[in-house]
């Protein structure tokens, strides 16, 4: 399988954990608390078979960026979190970040 794919389950995986994370209430409830774990033990499975060909800082950084945006917006509508502007504005600055280390690293393995 591509990296990249396994990457890409290692996002969703890591997202799906991270936001059932505040419905567990402190790890009081099985069900969130099930998700949460299986969750971070694939992301972390996906993301070690992502390593074997994309350097470890390059995969990392994809991974937390994209994560951070996903889960930043996943809140915003589930949880009614909102985000003002400076927020914002970070979350699309780490947009460009993996735009531009996908793009024009040649450290990227494409």
């Known amino acids: ?16 954990a991270t936001t059932a994370l505040k419905a567990t209430l402190g790890f009081t409830r099985l069900a969130p608390s099930l998700v949460t774990v299986a969750g971070y033990t694939l992301a972390f499975w996906s993301l070690s078979l992502t390593l074997r060909t994309i350097p470890t800082g390059i995969a990392y950084a994809i991974w937390s960026g994209v994560g951070i945006v996903l889960v930043s917006a996943i809140s ?12 914002i504005i970070g979350l699309a600055l780490i947009i460009a970040g993996v735009i531009v280390v996908n793009v024009f690293s040649k450290s990227v393995a494409h």
């Open 1 to 16: 399988m591509n990296n990249y794919v396994y990457l890409a389950i290692a996002i969703v995986a890591e997202v799906t």
């Open 76 to 87: 915003w509508v589930v949880y009614k979190q909102r985000l003002d502007l400076p927020a």
